[in-house]
C-alpha cells in the first residue's frame, strides 16, 4: 500500500550571489529538486527530478542589497496572505520551494521580464499543478504566486498565449526567420534578441530554455538544428538551453511517474473508504433486523 512520504526540494546559489538574501546556504542552480519517494510495503518508488530553473553565471551579477528589495520571507508572506486557503502538501511543497528561487532570479540586477520566460513559467506551472483538486483555486493560487513577486498575472498568461498562438502557425524556417519580419510576437523576440546579446538586461534561466522548447513543440519542429539557429538569432547559449532542456524533458518523466503512482494510491484509499462504507451499512441494517425481530417477538 503506497503513501506518501516526502517531497523536499534544496535551493542552491554561488557565494557572491548572497548578498541581500535571506537564504545564505543557496548553491548554484535556482532550484533544485531532490528526491522524494513514495513507499509502501514491499519497497519504495525514488523520483529524483533535477532543477527546472537556473542561470547562467556568467550574466547574472550579484542582488542588489538596497532596501526597496524585499527578501524572500516578505516574498513568501506576500503569497501566503493572498491565498489564504490550505494547499494540499505535495504542491505545496513544490510551490513554496519554486516561490523562494523565483524570487533569486525576480531580484537580480540583470532581471527584466520577457515573453519567453513567461511561457515557460506557465508550461511548469501547468504541468506541475495537472490534477490539482480544483481549477479555480490552481488559477488563484497562480495569481498569488506571480503577485506576490510584483509582476502581473494576466501578462504572464497573456503573454504565454500570444507566443502559443504565433508558435503554432510557425514552421522550422519561419520560426528562426523573426529577425526579417514585421509584428508584435516578432518585435518581442528582437527586442529579447537585442538584449541577450548586450544592448540591455537580460537574465537566463531555465524558464526560459523550457519557453524556447515549447516554441519548437508547438511549430512541430523537432531537428536539434533549427534550435541551434533559433538560440543563435536570440543570442542564448546552446549549450546551457541543451542541458537545461535535458533536465526539463528527465523532470517530465519523472512527474508523469510519480503522478500515476500517486492516483493509484488516491485509488485504493477511495476503494478501502467506499468499502468500510458499504461494510458500515451492511451492520446497520443487520442491527436493525435483530432489533425489528425483538419487537416483533414482545
Known amino acids: 500500500?503506497?503513501?506518501?512520504?516526502?517531497?523536499?526540494?534544496?535551493?542552491?546559489?554561488?557565494?557572491?550571489?548572497?548578498?541581500?538574501?535571506?537564504?545564505?546556504?543557496?548553491?548554484?542552480?535556482?532550484?533544485?529538486?531532490?528526491?522524494?519517494?513514495?513507499?509502501?510495503?514491499?519497497?519504495?518508488?525514488?523520483?529524483?527530478?533535477?532543477?527546472?530553473?537556473?542561470?547562467?553565471?556568467?550574466?547574472?551579477?550579484?542582488?542588489?542589497?538596497?532596501?526597496?528589495?524585499?527578501?524572500?520571507?516578505?516574498?513568501?508572506?506576500?503569497?501566503?496572505?493572498?491565498?489564504?486557503?490550505?494547499?494540499?502538501?505535495?504542491?505545496?511543497?513544490?510551490?513554496?520551494?519554486?516561490i523562494v528561487q523565483q524570487h533569486l532570479l525576480r531580484y537580480k540586477r540583470t532581471y527584466q521580464y520577457d515573453a519567453i520566460l513567461a511561457l515557460g513559467f506557465v508550461t511548469v506551472y501547468d504541468q506541475l499543478m495537472e490534477g490539482f483538486p480544483s481549477n479555480e483555486d490552481r488559477d488563484a493560487i497562480f495569481k498569488a504566486y506571480v503577485e506576490a513577486l510584483k509582476e502581473d498575472p494576466e501578462q504572464y498568461r497573456n503573454d504565454a498565449k500570444k507566443l502559443e498562438e504565433w508558435a503554432r502557425a510557425q514552421n522550422a524556417n519561419s520560426i528562426v526567420d523573426f529577425s526579417s519580419r514585421e509584428g508584435e510576437v516578432e518585435a518581442i523576440l528582437k527586442d529579447i534578441s537585442g538584449r541577450a546579446g548586450g544592448k540591455g538586461n537580460f537574465s537566463y534561466s531555465r524558464f526560459f530554455a523550457i519557453g524556447l522548447f515549447r516554441l519548437l513543440e508547438l511549430a512541430n519542429v523537432t531537428d536539434s538544428a533549427i534550435l541551434e539557429k533559433l538560440c543563435?538569432?536570440?543570442?542564448?547559449?546552446?549549450?546551457?538551453?541543451?542541458?537545461?532542456?535535458?533536465?526539463?524533458?528527465?523532470?517530465?518523466?519523472?512527474?508523469?511517474?510519480?503522478?500515476?503512482?500517486?492516483?493509484?494510491?488516491?485509488?485504493?484509499?477511495?476503494?478501502?473508504?467506499?468499502?468500510?462504507?458499504?461494510?458500515?451499512?451492511?451492520?446497520?441494517?443487520?442491527?436493525?433486523?435483530?432489533g425489528d425481530f425483538h419487537y416483533a417477538v414482545q
Open 1 to 98: 500500500m503506497a503513501a506518501i512520504s516526502s517531497l523536499s526540494f534544496a535551493a542552491a546559489t554561488p557565494a557572491s550571489e548572497r548578498k541581500g538574501l535571506c537564504r545564505p546556504t543557496l548553491s548554484n542552480n535556482l532550484f533544485n529538486i531532490e528526491p522524494f519517494r513514495l513507499r509502501s510495503t514491499n519497497g519504495s518508488y525514488l523520483v529524483n527530478a533535477r532543477s527546472i530553473a537556473s542561470y547562467s553565471p556568467s550574466i547574472i551579477r550579484c542582488v542588489s542589497s538596497a532596501t526597496d528589495v524585499p527578501t524572500v520571507a516578505e516574498t513568501k508572506g506576500n503569497f501566503l496572505r493572498s491565498y489564504k486557503r490550505p494547499i494540499p502538501s505535495i504542491y505545496n511543497t513544490v510551490l513554496q520551494e519554486l
Open 232 to 290: 543563435a538569432a536570440l543570442n542564448v547559449d546552446k549549450r546551457s538551453v541543451d542541458r537545461d532542456l535535458d533536465v526539463y524533458r528527465n523532470l517530465l518523466s519523472k512527474l508523469v511517474q510519480a503522478k500515476e503512482l500517486l492516483k493509484e494510491y488516491i485509488d485504493r484509499e477511495k476503494k478501502k473508504r467506499e468499502e468500510r462504507s458499504e461494510s458500515q451499512k451492511a451492520n446497520e441494517a443487520v442491527t436493525k433486523c435483530v
